[in-house]
């Protein structure tokens, strides 16, 4: 939450560009429920299964474009980090956006 919150101001006087705010490398859900599960302490149900027709394999989001273009790159490398982050603004706004 806090990395995709915190691009530099200049991002405000870009206009109409579209970035990707990602770190290049992915994580796969079983990282994210496990961090999930780590920073919450509660057990998140899952259920294993193949991978549905048409999911791809793997999804990465590159921020390379606002490096180039702004400078700007992610705070947080790791689920854990990341999971955290959005954890602590969710119990500090638990009606999400209202408060």
């Not at 590159?62 to 790791?78: F, M, P, V």
Request: some cysteine; aromatic content about 6%; glycine content about 10%.
């Amino acid at each position: 939450m806090l990395d995709s919150a915190s691009p530099p101001q200049s991002l405000l006087d870009t206009g109409n560009c579209t970035y990707n705010l990602g770190n290049g490398e992915g994580f796969s859900v079983r990282e994210v429920i496990d961090a999930g599960q780590r920073v919450t302490g509660v057990e998140i149900p899952t259920a294993v299964g193949p991978r549905r027709s048409g999911d791809p394999a793997r999804l990465v989001a590159s921020s390379q474009r606002i490096r180039d273009e702004l400078g700007w790159k992610t705070a947080k490398a790791n689920p854990a980090d990341i999971v955290n982050s959005a954890w602590r603004w969710h119990q500090q706004h638990p009606n999400g956006y209202v408060d």
